[in-house]
Structures are given as structure tokens and as C-alpha cells.
């Protein structure tokens, strides 16, 4: 992984010009995440990046939350795999430059490798990174976020997973399509939508997942049959 690619804000003129490719520095990033610190530092507020480029807005929340598991759950190796799951499951990006893509999910893998390789050292587990690998595989996607389809199959839409904590040790996993979070209007109900309860108390609604999955141990997300 080359860190000039983190670096640099323009990797060719060529990129510019097809595709309006310009990384945003990393003092404009600090300052604009400092904006919402808090939520940055929320192990399971979601953000998205629809043109993630790299991971220069990516990478830091991730460090920013997984330094949040660090310190409340370091101690007990189960608890940190538990809450580092979820913290890296709540980050999301599409780009449309598939090496990008492929740049961005190494880039966030080996910042949560280093983590829990320096705290868990022998005992780190490798099907638990291979949980991550899938996490980071289904999240950071090869797509057009102007057309809401993937890039490889253009007719095809995107498909992003929620990730969350049911019992214990346990993931529940639901399937969304990019369509229609991008359309859904949390204040209107409609007739496929959940009535909820926001964070701050209100009432909202949430859209339907196009398909759920069964309850799966958070080792076990990297098998095939998850998929």
C-alpha cells in the first residue's frame, strides 16, 4: 500500500479529466470530521461516502472509532472482536474506479489489523479477519452513486448491509438496496416503511430490507454460505 496514493490529492491528469478525481486533503478532512466528532466517535453511527475514492474520509473514522474499542473493550479480546465489527460494519463507500475500491478496502483492513494484531498478538484470530475482509467486501462497492447501479453490472443495483449486535456474540445482518435509502424519507411512513424510535426520541420510519439473513456468529461471517 503506497502511502503517496494517501498523500497526493491528484493521481493523473487523465482521472481528473474522466472522472473529476481530486482526494481531499487531510487537514480539510480532520476539520470537516471534527464537525461531527461525536458521531465520529460513536461505535455504530453509520456514515456513508458515495465517491470514496481512497479512504481519506474512511480511514479516519474508522481510527477514530476503533480507538473508541480500543479503550472501552482492549482489555478482553472477545469484546473488542464483538464492537470492532460493528464499528468497521458502519462504514460505507462506492466509488466508481475499481482500484479505488480495492485501494480503499485494504487500506481500512490493515488499519484494523494493526489494531488487533498489537493487542491480541498470538491469540488474533485469522477467521475473525476474515469476517472483516467480508464486512469491508459487502460495504465498499465497485458502483456509480449518480445512477445508484454497480459499475461491473450496470444494470444491477447497488446493495449495501446492516450489520448489528442481537445476542451476544450473534450478527443480524439486512440487506438494503442504494435506491431505496437514497429515496426514503425518514419523516413519511409509507407502506413498507418500520416505525421506530430516533436517538433523540422522535418517531421515524425506516425502509424495509430487500432481504434478511439469519442470526450468525460474528466469526463466521467470512463463510461462503453468508453470502
Not at 23 to 44: C, F, G, N, P, Q
Not at 81 to 99: N, Q
Request: glycine share 6%; proline share 4%; with cysteine.
Amino acid at each position: 500500500m503506497s502511502p503517496t496514493k494517501e498523500k497526493t490529492q491528484v493521481i493523473s491528469r487523465k482521472r481528473v479529466t474522466d472522472h473529476g478525481e481530486v482526494y481531499t486533503a487531510e487537514r480539510e478532512v480532520s476539520a470537516m470530521l471534527d464537525l461531527v466528532k461525536h458521531e465520529t466517535e460513536r461505535i455504530d453511527s453509520r456514515f456513508l461516502e458515495p465517491a470514496c475514492g481512497t479512504g481519506n474520509f474512511l480511514a479516519p473514522i474508522l481510527e477514530r472509532k476503533l480507538a473508541v474499542v480500543k479503550r472501552k473493550y482492549g482489555k478482553s479480546q472477545i469484546e473488542f472482536e464483538r464492537y470492532a465489527i460493528v464499528a468497521t460494519g458502519s462504514i460505507y463507500g462506492v466509488d466508481i474506479l475499481e482500484d479505488n475500491v480495492e485501494y480503499c478496502r485494504g487500506r481500512l483492513f490493515t488499519i484494523f489489523d494493526d489494531i488487533y494484531t498489537a493487542l491480541h498478538k498470538k491469540k488474533s484470530k485469522d477467521s475473525y479477519r476474515d469476517a472483516i475482509r467480508f464486512v469491508l467486501g459487502r460495504n465498499i462497492l465497485w458502483g456509480d452513486a449518480l445512477s445508484l447501479k454497480t459499475v461491473d453490472s450496470k444494470s444491477a443495483p447497488i446493495i449495501f448491509s446492516e450489520w448489528s449486535l442481537a445476542r451476544g456474540s450473534m450478527i443480524k445482518r439486512r440487506d438494503y438496496q442504494f435506491f431505496d435509502l437514497a429515496e426514503f424519507d425518514p419523516k413519511k411512513p409509507s407502506l413498507f416503511s418500520r416505525r421506530e424510535k430516533s436517538d433523540t426520541g422522535e418517531t421515524v420510519f425506516s425502509p424495509q430490507p430487500m432481504k434478511e439473513f439469519s442470526l450468525i456468529h460474528y466469526s463466521s461471517l467470512g463463510h461462503e454460505n453468508t453470502i
